[in-house]
């Protein structure tokens, strides 16, 4: 199941569910319910992702989902979503996470994979956000002492921007970071 990040929607992530689907069944759960997330602001992506967080475990029980792809503030709602004792997931892909460079993975997760660009701008930016989930992992990887986490760095070779951020849902980068995926999920089953 793959979870969006804080300003995007499911269309986002039309190019690598393409490259993942077939062999791999993907689902998306959407958590935006609609909303235009930029206007509703950092402080309301704050007080939903809890609650989006549940949802998402309902979602991983109802599709039987074990393995969970999420981008940027997706992260923080699926590590919410992993606090649920319906959560199926057990295996996170994290993609430019919007998480502190250490931060404490939910226990449950047999493994996380880092997918992390050092160009990552936007949470380069987020880590000065006070009081709040997110951080600069996305640029700097994980910065833990997690047996289970796993950072896989990659470069787009565009150098630092704000693209380097989502831009690896999009061609012609998810050609580079789709079989990063696949080889991760491969290694899973």
């Not at 039309?14 to 909303?35: A, C, K, M, N």
């Not at 992260?75 to 892909?93: D, E, M, Q, T, W």
């Not at 996305?138 to 070779?157: L, M």
């Not at 080889?183 to 089953?189: A, K, M, Y």
Request: hydrophobic share 35%; charged share 20%; glycine share 8%.
């Amino acid at each position: 199941m793959t979870i969006h990040g804080y300003a995007s929607n499911p269309s986002v992530w039309e190019p690598l569910v393409q490259f993942l689907s077939p062999p791999h069944r993907v689902r998306h759960f959407d958590y935006s319910g609609g909303w235009n997330w930029p206007v509703i602001g950092i402080t309301g992506a704050r007080l939903y992702n809890r609650k989006r967080g549940g949802l998402a475990a309902r979602q991983s029980k109802k599709y039987s989902s074990r393995i969970c792809i999420a981008h940027s503030n997706g992260n923080v709602v699926a590590n919410y979503a992993r606090h649920s004792p319906i959560c199926k997931f057990k295996h996170l892909i994290a993609i430019h996470p919007a998480l502190d460079a250490d931060f404490k993975f939910h226990p449950a997760w047999k493994t996380v994979h880092v997918l992390y660009d050092q160009g990552d701008l936007p949470v380069r930016w987020a880590r000065r956000l006070i009081g709040h989930d997110w951080g600069d992992m996305g640029a700097r990887g994980y910065q833990g002492h997690n047996p289970k986490v796993v950072n896989v760095e990659y470069d787009n070779d565009e150098g630092s921007s704000i693209a380097d951020h989502s831009e690896c849902l999009h061609k012609p980068l998810v050609d580079k970071v789709g079989p990063l995926i696949m080889s991760i999920i491969d290694g899973i089953r």
